[in-house]
Each structure stands twice: as C-alpha cells, then as structure tokens.
C-alpha cells in the first residue's frame, strides 16, 4: 500500500512535443504529491509539488493533473526542450508516514530529440 | 535560499578505510536525510534526524554511522564498507513533519562513492 506506481520508465519526445509521465498511489493518506528531476550525477531537484486540494498546478511549462478518486497523478511537460532530458520520480508522502517519508516512484528517463 | 552543500564530491576508499560524509544546510530545517541511489533507481531513505535526534534507521547496517552535530551539520561516518555499498549517498533537509501534511525535502548534489 506504500508504494508509487509510475510510468512509463523511460519515454522519447521530439524537442517542442509533450511529455506526459503518470503515477499512481494506493495509500489515501498521502497529502503531498512532489515531481523531482534529477540529471547525471546530480541530486534530485524539486520541479513541482501538488497538494490534493486542488485538481491541477501550472508552473510555466510543467504541469501536474491530480486525479483524487483514480488515486492518479500526473506531470505533463509543455514544448519539450533538449535541456529537459533527465530522470524524472514522483513521490508522495504524508499522513501515516513517519517524518514525511518520501515514497518514490521508480523513475522515468526522458530524452528530448532536437 | 533552497541550498543543500554536501562534501567530498567524489570518494574512493579501500574495505578497511574509515571516512566521512558531510552536509550543511542554513534554511532553519530541523529535519535531516541520509538517503543513498544506485543507478537508475530511486533514492532509498537511511536515515532520518529530526530535531539533531535520530527519527529513523531503516535497518541500515552499523557500518553507517549518523551523526547529526547541530542543527545545520549531518555527518555520515563510514566503515568497513563493501564494494556494493558503491553508491550516490545523498543528504536532504526539510521542515519537520508536522503530523499532517507532507513537506518539500531539498537534496544536496551528493557524493559519490566508490568502493575498492
């Protein structure tokens, strides 16, 4: 019931495409959703976090769909750019987790083509 | 500022070396992370200091020694470790859990560990 289930594990898009990366969670006592890019070598980045109080976040070209009753999240990326390239988690975490332990899901590689 | 520093970098150490892994932060967080990431997979919570008192040991082996000095500093004392222990050990702090809602963790750049 812990666990984070995320999709797909890696996902090729042409440079000005969408990204649409998607997770699902079975535990209704997270609260708090975090999407992290991580690139080679590096440590994870926070890139945008939601809330389930609200059904979608836009933070320029990243977007986050909350989808409470389907226990669904996703992150869509707008005009997908060769920078974007990286390793993408969502997680979740809240009630019923100690310390607000981060739940991760496996992972998404990202390549954006020119 | 959202700045996680973590020292060394890089480390190379032998089976019987004994080493040590800093991090700092000055957001005013009272919780501290030790996680570590192989390749290609997500970071693994090791341990968790919440007021510079250890919360959680996610049964790491005693070979990883935490230690939490004051509430900027989180030192991760290595030894005796094992080639598979080769790893990015990576340091991450937040606002305490306040028994309720989730809170934003900010990771540091991490070390990078080889094990000969």
């Known amino acids: 019931q812990q666990q984070v289930k995320q999709s797909p594990q890696s996902l090729i898009v042409q440079k000005g495409g969408i990204s649409i990366i998607n997770c699902a969670y079975e535990?209704?006592?997270?609260?708090?959703f975090p999407w992290y890019q991580q690139f080679p070598g590096k440590g994870p980045a926070l890139l945008i976090a939601?809330?389930?109080?609200?059904s979608e976040k836009k933070e320029g070209r990243f977007t986050i769909s909350f989808n409470k009753s389907a226990k669904q999240f996703s992150l869509h990326i707008m005009d997908s750019q060769p920078g974007d390239s990286a390793t993408y988690f969502c997680?979740?975490?809240?009630?019923?987790?100690?310390?607000?332990?981060?739940?991760f899901g496996q992972g998404t590689i990202l390549t954006v083509h020119p | 500022d959202t700045e996680v520093t973590q020292t060394p970098k890089h480390l190379v150490m032998g089976m019987t070396n004994k080493k040590s892994l800093k991090c700092e932060q000055h957001?005013?967080?009272?919780?501290m992370y030790w996680y570590k990431q192989k390749a290609k997979k997500p970071p693994e919570l090791m341990f968790v200091?919440?007021?510079?008192?250890?919360?959680i040991n996610e049964s790491v082996p005693s070979r990883f020694s935490p230690e939490c000095p004051n509430s900027s500093l989180l030192n991760l004392h290595l030894h005796a470790l094992q080639p598979e222990d080769s790893a990015l050990y990576l340091c991450?702090?937040?606002?305490?859990?306040?028994?309720?809602?989730?809170?934003?963790?900010?990771f540091g750049p991490g070390t990078r560990l080889l094990v000969l």
């Open positions: 991450a702090s937040s606002q305490v859990y306040r028994g309720g809602q989730g809170e934003t963790q900010y």
């Open positions: 535990n209704t006592a997270f609260d708090y």
């Open positions: 939601i809330r389930p109080d609200v």
């Open positions: 997680a979740a975490s809240g009630r019923g987790t100690s310390y607000g332990k981060l739940t």
């Open positions: 957001m005013g967080h009272r919780a």
């Open positions: 200091y919440s007021y510079e008192k250890l919360s």
